[in-house]
């Protein structure tokens, strides 16, 4: 199917139904965690190099302000991913909190052995619900790919590493467009059953809408537990916040975001950032949920790190907040 064609299919906007208010504020989680990822996604598609002190500095920042879940680095080859060759090295300087998670990408085991040595203590694998995507992005099927995190997941389970897992395109495909619903959920439970402790779902290239979010979730979380799955949104359309409060309408309670936006998937054209984690946590504060985070120092991390990068911060919320700070 061809890209125009893609964008033009109606059915692919799944109707709504509507829901009594009151049934929605039932189905609403009292608490959220977010994931910060931008340290990691954010970052990795960055061009100009950014020093180890810088990636230190935001880490610390993000903790500082109160997340408790950050992804740090990835452990990868450098031929692939330049830019996170010095994640040893900044796992080595950052200051840990206690009850903070710091995480990493390691989709083989020469990626986990490295990522053991630097002393991490939960990471992340990731594969396609695309069969043109896994073959373009990771040159390996679907099924070859789930083969290749068998070991990692068994060597992280011998050493009391949790391991985390993600499936991208879950809303639609650069290559494919539209992704059905059963066929994330039967990567999702792929990953569940191999030992991933929790599984998030991305919209890869941001193409979602709010129905098509619930019924993806409502699919997904007929084969693996709701409380064991996460959203992953970007916001090319817009509708990363909308696709997130459509999330929690579904009974989803973990969010990946990254502050001020940062990151995006080259592997797209056009596809813009991770939803930021500002415009996130607007949400969250708005609807009462608890998360732990401070909004003021959060925006401030994410300017601090734009300043570095030379970009405009990608948050609207952060954008208003440090308008009005003057």
Request: net charge negative; glycine share 10%; hydrophobic share 45%.
């Amino acid at each position: 199917m061809g890209r125009a064609a893609f964008r033009e299919r109606s059915e692919y906007h799944h109707a709504l139904t509507p829901m009594n208010p009151r049934d929605d504020a039932m189905t609403i989680p009292k608490k959220v965690r977010l994931v910060e990822v931008g340290p990691r996604d954010g970052l990795q598609n960055e061009k100009q190099p950014i020093s180890v002190a810088d990636k230190v500095r935001l880490v610390d920042d993000l903790t500082a302000a109160g997340l408790g879940y950050v992804e740090v680095g990835s452990f990868v080859s450098p031929k692939w991913v330049p830019q996170m060759a010095g994640s040893a090295e900044v796992f080595a300087q950052i200051q840990r909190k206690p009850g903070v998670t710091y995480a990493a990408l390691a989709p083989n085991m020469k990626g986990f052995e490295a990522a053991l040595e630097a002393g991490v203590k939960e990471v992340a694998v990731f594969a396609a619900a695309s069969e043109a995507f896994s073959q373009k992005n990771i040159n390996c099927s679907i099924a070859e790919s789930l083969a290749r995190f068998v070991p990692v997941v068994e060597a992280a389970r011998a050493q009391g590493i949790s391991v985390r897992g993600y499936v991208s395109c879950v809303l639609g495909c650069p290559y494919e467009g539209e992704v059905p619903a059963e066929q994330v959920a039967a990567v999702a439970a792929e990953l569940f059953a191999m030992g991933c402790y929790e599984v998030s779902l991305g919209d890869t290239i941001g193409t979602g809408n709010a129905g098509a979010t619930r019924h993806l979730f409502e699919v997904v979380g007929a084969q693996v537990p709701r409380d064991k799955l996460a959203g992953h949104f970007h916001d090319t359309y817009g509708q990363a916040v909308a696709n997130i409060y459509a999330s929690l309408l579904e009974g989803i309670s973990v969010f990946d975001s990254s502050v001020a936006g940062l990151g995006g998937c080259p592997y797209a054209k056009g596809a813009t950032g991770n939803v930021a984690t500002e415009d996130v946590l607007y949400l969250m504060n708005g609807l009462g949920i608890e998360t732990g985070i401070d909004l003021d120092k959060l925006a401030a991390a994410g300017q601090r790190i734009c300043a570095v990068l030379g970009k405009d911060n990608g948050s609207r919320v952060a954008r208003a907040i440090l308008a009005r700070a003057g």
